[in-house]
């Protein structure tokens, strides 16, 4: 993306050096994973058994002091709240890799191609704060048995609750392993990331519905970090309604924040509590943003004079996905 209007800005400098920004994910791995979403976890000093992740259990890596890794597999074909909250679960244990699987692995498995491809699934994922890599393999052939790790030591198996089986568990034993149950209790609620100090670059604002988060918007708030640190203004479901109609939103306001923010982009995701084209007004007042950024699609509703009496800059970015990937839009996702 690049500046078409609003005049030339330049991205800040040190936009490069996202301190959580993912690593570079080693080569395809010759493996077979588990058939559901499972987590492992890479202890400093373990104990080798079988425990249940929680506050009881295995202690966070924060508390600790130590460096874990967690491995997370599955097709995370349509990335949902569910799922970050698993993430988020599994980076209290660690640093986090998906072991994502491919497409071929889930036309086989289902008997349907994949909703997103793997280079869109692997780029999004990457993108999520709570993700250090993403490598793309074959699922496995026995769904409750881990096959060898080549070039990844993992020392805990940990599984959803609901995909708790005793062949893991025995499974762990005779590999000297422990298994964490991920008990469905932990993963209520939507918590937000801790709100970080300014970083003094400038501030970056957009605004928008982001119903269904896609590659799309991720691009975008990629982009435009690249300016600022960035905040992010979830129009609220009753703003929603009131512009797109009736079945609109499709997702709940908390949801969509809870989504945006996972992104690793985002310096924090707000709820708008105005009204209009310009529902964002007391958030941006709030937040006093050096620059306005929309894309081609939102530059309209009077945000250009709005910039203008406030002194805010204004920039309109064109709607480019990311090299490779398709143009997304959420109006093609919900299918209305």
């Known amino acids: 993306m690049h500046a078409m209007l609003g005049g030339d800005i330049a991205p800040d ?11 570079q994910a080693p080569a395809l791995l010759p493996v077979a994973l588990p058939w559901r979403d499972v987590f492992w976890v890479r202890w400093g000093l373990p104990d080798r058994g079988i ?4 506050p009881r ?8 002091g130590l460096m874990k890794k967690v491995i997370v597999t599955g097709p995370f074909d349509q990335l949902d709240c569910r799922q970050v909250r698993f993430l988020q679960e599994a980076n209290r244990l660690g640093d986090v890799t998906v072991l994502l699987w491919s497409d071929a ?5 289902t008997g349907t191609p994949s909703q997103f491809p793997q280079d869109e699934r692997r780029y999004v994922l990457e993108r999520i704060r709570y993700v250090r890599q993403v490598v793309i393999v074959d699922a496995p052939q026995q769904p409750h048995h881990l096959p060898g ?5 993992a020392q805990i198996w940990a599984v959803e609750e609901a995909d708790d089986h005793p062949e893991k568990h025995q499974f762990c034993m005779n590999n000297g392993l422990e298994l964490a149950v991920i ?12 709100t970080t100090a300014s970083s003094g670059r400038p501030k970056v604002v957009v605004t928008g519905c982001y119903d269904w988060l896609h590659s799309g918007h991720v691009r975008f708030f990629e982009e435009a970090s690249g300016y600022g640190d960035l905040y992010v203004v979830v129009g609220s479901d009753a703003n929603v309604r009131r512009l797109k109609g009736p079945g609109h939103p499709l997702f709940p306001q908390e949801q969509r924040q809870y989504m945006v923010s996972a992104i690793r982009y985002v310096k924090q995701a707000l709820i708008s509590t105005g009204s209009g084209w310009l529902d964002a007004d007391p958030q941006i007042r709030q937040i006093r943003p050096d620059i ?13 004079q709005y910039c203008q009496e406030l002194g805010i800059r204004y920039l309109v970015l064109q709607r480019v996905p990311a090299p490779g990937l398709p143009r997304r839009t959420s109006t093609q996702l919900r299918g209305f």
């Not at 400098?13 to 690593?23: A, K, L, M, Q, Y």
């Not at 425990?51 to 929680?54: E, S």
């Not at 692995?105 to 498995?109: D, G, K, R």
């Not at 790790?149 to 030591?153: A, K, L, S, V, W």
């Open 13 to 23: 400098p040190t936009s490069s050096g996202h301190p959580d920004r993912p690593v």
């Open 51 to 54: 425990r249940q992740a929680g």
């Open 57 to 64: 259990g295995i202690q966070d890596h924060h508390t600790q």
């Open 105 to 109: 692995s889930i036309s086989a498995i």
């Open 149 to 153: 790790m080549r070039g990844i030591e």
């Open 183 to 194: 008990r469905r209790d932990q993963l209520s609620g939507l918590p937000l990331p801790p």
């Open 292 to 304: 306005y950024i929309v894309n081609e699609d939102g530059d309209r509703g009077g945000k250009r």
